[in-house]
């Protein structure tokens, strides 16, 4: 099946310093990517709809100041937490829909990448 | 908001055992699908089933779907202890902006 890196898989930061997530589709392309985070032993929130070479779809109440997303290639799309606080420590997660899949592109499936675990201390 | 929600929240069987997993959503669906996450892991997509389906197989997995009730479960055959992990049902509607809903999780333990 289609692989989605996500790197990197832990990272510890200080408050106030930024961070970048990376969301890779290795083996097809994507010219859309999700991002989502999750809290522990809960669901998975989206946040954003990462487009290839436009202006990513913010969901309701996500700051896109807070969480800039770049999605400049058809196989990469990156997250970057700014100014980091503690409550911004979570799981976050990316997948990718296969825009060339056999099924046609926008047939369901979500690949996901491992995900990357955000400590701010 | 939220469209899925999974029954129960959490559910522990024996090695061997078939575990059932329900789902129920709101709106109107092209397609659910069930995924599986490892405690600290990326989801894993197990099967989709398209509203136009009643049912399908996958290896020890059975869904079903019944849109009239607006729900769907997941079946789990002759488990094992490599079941344990947190199982998800996401609904979608298929497209050019199609995005998936995901429901809050089943945590499955499977004890050998």
């Known amino acids: 099946g289609a692989v989605v890196s996500q790197h990197p898989s832990r990272v510890i930061?200080?408050?106030?310093t930024s961070v970048k997530i990376e969301c890779r589709?290795?083996?097809f392309q994507a010219t859309t990517m999700f991002w989502y985070r999750q809290f522990p032993k809960q669901s998975l929130m989206l946040m954003?709809?990462?487009n290839e070479g436009s202006k990513a779809t913010y969901e309701q109440g996500v700051e896109k100041d807070k969480f800039l997303i770049n999605h400049a290639s058809l196989t990469l799309s990156t997250l970057t937490v700014t100014s980091a606080h503690p409550e911004d420590s979570s799981f976050y997660i990316c997948s990718a829909r296969d825009a060339g899949g056999a099924s046609g592109p926008n047939t369901?499936?979500?690949?996901f990448g491992e995900g990357s675990r955000l400590t701010v201390l | 908001s939220q469209q899925g929600e999974e029954d129960?929240?959490?559910l522990s069987i024996q090695e061997g055992e078939n575990a059932t997993m329900n789902c129920s959503y709101k709106t109107s669906i092209n397609n659910l699908q069930?995924?599986?996450q490892n405690s600290g892991r990326g989801l894993v997509h197990l099967?989709?089933?398209r509203s136009n389906e009643r049912e399908k197989h996958s290896g020890r997995l059975r869904v079903t779907l019944d849109t009239s009730k607006k729900s769907s479960s997941l079946l789990i055959t002759a488990s094992r202890a490599a079941d344990t992990a947190s199982y998800f049902c996401a609904t979608g509607i298929t497209g050019a902006?199609?995005?998936?809903?995901f429901g809050k999780g089943i945590t499955l333990s499977v004890r050998p």
């Open chain 1, 25 to 27: 589709s290795l083996d």
């Open chain 2, 34 to 36: 069930w995924y599986r």
């Open chain 1, 48 to 50: 954003a709809t990462s």
């Open chain 1, 108 to 111: 369901g499936e979500l690949f």
């Open chain 2, 8 to 10: 129960p929240q959490a």
């Open chain 2, 97 to 101: 902006n199609s995005k998936l809903t």
């Open chain 1, 13 to 16: 930061c200080k408050s106030g």
């Open chain 2, 47 to 49: 099967i989709l089933i």
